[in-house]
């Protein structure tokens, strides 16, 4: 089932990106403020109909799902969406449904994609409710919070955000995640396949976190409820614990 609706979406997108690069002109128009300004409220903008393949899984407004698959992308700093955008598109992250979406987008295209995403902000996924031990989200708190001096591990809210909703420019939040999800991606900067700019401190970091830090860390983030200010910090004006190739000083 699965498999079908990412076929349908590919096509649709592709469709889509075809039509859009065939009649810029009136791609152009459409999107233009006064075009925007005259269509009723409930009309879908351009960018909204060109972004069904995205939110065929990633939810309307990119808010992800209530399952282990597929994240919440809206909100998120537009470079940091930008720079996930080119590492499915170029194989510095490997899941092929994302990288045949995005073989042959340019980078304008990929920003455009990334921006939209970035502005909007819908209520968040379910929390995760499976129960665990309070000594075990006590300690997943404690490292989030605070890292662990001991292994030269800085705090997830060093770079995150003091809300962990990310920081501005190419940081992204942690909460409304499933803690499958952030386990999966916890191993695969781990082991080396995802990788990001370098250089590279989520690999840095995740190299040093054994089987309980992963899950600890991520049992206590998924069971976060939405802040009360949602957008991301703005960038820092003091250096990050690491260099982050991703978040350039």
């Known amino acids: 089932m699965r498999r079908g609706i990412v076929g349908i979406s590919v096509v649709l997108f592709l469709c889509l990106v075809l039509a859009d690069a065939a009649f810029p002109a009136a791609a152009a128009e459409t999107d233009s403020p006064a075009a925007t300004a005259s269509m009723p409220a409930s009309m879908p903008s351009a960018m909204d109909e060109r972004m069904h393949a995205c939110t065929t899984c990633h939810g309307v407004q990119g808010q992800g799902r209530n399952n282990d698959y597929f994240p919440r992308i809206a909100g998120k700093p537009a470079d940091y969406l930008f720079n996930q955008l080119i590492a499915f598109r170029d194989g510095g992250r ?73 920081t501005q420019p190419g940081i992204p939040g942690l909460l409304g995640l499933h803690a499958s999800y952030i386990v999966g991606q916890m191993g695969t900067w781990r082991s080396g396949t995802r990788h990001a700019i370098a250089p590279d401190c989520m690999h840095t970091i995740a190299v040093k976190l054994t089987d309980r830090d992963i899950t600890a860390v991520s049992g206590w983030l998924a069971r976060q409820p ?23 000083e």
């Open 94 to 166: 490997t899941y092929p449904p994302m990288g045949y979406l995005l073989a042959f987008l340019p980078d304008p295209y990929l920003h455009k994609i990334a921006e939209y995403f970035a502005a909007l902000q819908p209520p968040y996924p379910n929390a995760d409710t499976q129960p665990l031990p309070a000594d075990v989200l006590d300690y997943g708190k404690k490292l989030v919070m605070q890292g662990d001096p001991s292994r030269q591990l800085p705090a997830c809210a060093a770079c995150h955000g003091a809300r962990l909703t990310g």
């Open 226 to 248: 939405r802040p009360n200010d949602p957008t991301p910090a703005p960038k820092q004006t003091g250096r990050l614990p690491m260099a982050c190739g991703s978040q350039p």
